[in-house]
Each structure stands twice: as C-alpha cells, then as structure tokens.
C-alpha cells in the first residue's frame, strides 16, 4: 500500500514539476527496475505501448532517461539525484523567465482612490506565509517583534532572517509560547532579547476538540503586522495556516494589535516602548 502511494505521490510530483502524465507514469516506472523495453514499461505503469515511445523520447530529451539502441530497444532512468538536479535546474529557469516576464508586463491603468492605511488583507498557506514573513523581516527599519506560537514556526531560514535583521541595526525582540522553545531560540540567537510571551490566547481549544493555534504575530516598525494561525484537528492533524496582514501607523487594526503584544514585552521591553 506504502509502495503504491508513494508511486502516486511521485508521479503527481513530476506532473507539478513539468512532465505530462504518460512521461512521469514512464519515468516512476523505469526507476523502479534497472532497465525496461517499452513491452515492460507498458505493464509497470498502464501505458499504453505506443505511448510509451512518446513519453520515453521526451524524457531523453530532458536528460530524465537513457536509450540503448538494441533490439528491442531498452531504456533505463537517470540516477534519482541526476534526475532531481536536472528537474531543479529547468524549474529555477522557468520560475526565474516568469519572474522577468511578469515584471514587463504592461501596468493596467485605472481608477483607484484606497486609503491605505485602513487595510487588511488575508492570505494561505505556510509556503506564502513563511515567504512574507521573510520578505517583511527584510524590510524592518528601527523595531521587529515576533511572537512564536508553535514550535515549527521556528525554522532555520527565519533564524537566518532574524540574524540579517539585526546586523543591520534593527531592535530584535522574539516571545515563545513556553520555556524550552525560548531556551531553543536563545542559544539559536544569542544576542536577541527572548521571552516567554504573556498572550494567553495564544492557543485555544473549542468545544468540537479542535484546537487553533497563533501560529506567528510579527510586529514590524510598530506599523506593519501579520498575523497566522492554523487549525489542529483531533489525532493532530495540522490544517493549512492562514494570516492577515495589515500595514500603516493609524491602522486600526495594527494599533490594537500593538497593545496586545505590549502585554508580552514588559518583561523585555523599556517603559516607554510598549506604546
């Protein structure tokens, strides 16, 4: 059951990653043998024999497969960290052609009289949230402050972030939900102010047994702030995050947000800082 799900889960991965279904069918399937003719790859992964030519001329050309030309013909894939390297490579080009792409496109022209200062805007999962929280630690001026609520939040890549912060001369302020994920950010970053936050809602359990989790609270020069949480369902289960984002110094919506993580600092913060 493992074998066949994680066959699966493989060839939905390299649909994402580019190859049409009948190439990545043909691809699991030859690197689960050492060697295959088309008869053979037919009846590992339900292609169909004609099919298979197609998809196994496709993946020579993206340097996936490698041909002999005997008869019959044999085929076998690349190792898997060839194979991986070379699909990296393609999907760094296409990302990066769509990132100057994008960039020249020709801005819309219309209308739009926002104040915005007054919004706030949601958005999901951990990939996204992960990248605006990197993105915003990266525009932090004066003051950040980052209130963890679960322990995986903690990655290495914000770690990182948190260090270029404060090398450029931004007040570095981090609050943990207990003591040993303090201990962990402590020795992690020995010179940024830590503490065990006083935000007792940081975590709650509903009456249907799920639990909703703060999963980060991210204070950016006292105007800017994001906000994620995510659900964990009973036996664990962890559900996507969302956030909300806000920015502007008359933001209703940072203002209040601002006085509630002043409950949080007073350990580590001066008298006159919290607001």
């Known amino acids: 059951m493992d074998e066949l799900t994680n066959q699966d889960e493989a060839i939905e991965l390299l649909q994402q990653l580019g190859l049409k279904e009948y190439e990545a069918k043909t691809f699991v ?49 690349v190792p898997v960290e060839e194979a991986v390297e070379t699909l990296r490579r ?21 209308d739009e009289d926002v104040d915005a200062t007054h919004e706030v805007w949601s958005l999901a999962g951990d990939t996204t949230i ?32 948190l260090k270029t912060a404060q090398a450029r001369g931004v007040t570095v302020i981090v609050g943990t939900v207990n003591e040993s994920l303090r201990e962990h950010v402590e020795s992690t970053l020995p010179d940024v102010k830590v503490f065990v936050s006083g935000l007792g809602w940081l975590a709650n359990v509903g009456d249907d047994g799920d639990e909703t989790e703060i999963s980060r609270l991210l204070l950016i020069d006292r105007n800017t702030i994001l906000i994620s949480s995510f659900v964990v369902a009973g036996g664990g289960t962890r559900k996507k995050e969302h956030a909300v984002f806000g920015r502007g110094f ?26």
């Open 29 to 77: 399937a030859l690197s689960r043998v050492p060697r295959a003719t088309a008869k053979d790859i037919s009846t590992i992964s339900e292609v169909p024999r004609t099919r298979v030519y197609d998809a196994t001329r496709v993946l020579e050309t993206k340097g996936l497969v490698e041909t002999q030309h005997s008869s019959p013909q044999q085929f076998r894939a």
């Open 90 to 110: 393609e999907y760094d080009s296409r990302t990066d052609s769509l990132r100057e792409t994008l960039d020249g496109l020709e801005p819309a022209q219309f």
């Open 130 to 161: 992960s990248e605006r929280t990197r993105r915003l630690t990266e525009e932090a001026e004066r003051e950040l402050v980052l209130v963890i609520g679960h322990d995986g939040i903690f990655t290495e890549e914000l770690a990182a972030a």
């Open 250 to 275: 008359d933001n209703g919506f940072v203002a209040i947000v601002r006085r509630l993580m002043a409950t949080g600092l007073e350990a580590v913060a001066d008298p006159g800082t919290s607001e």
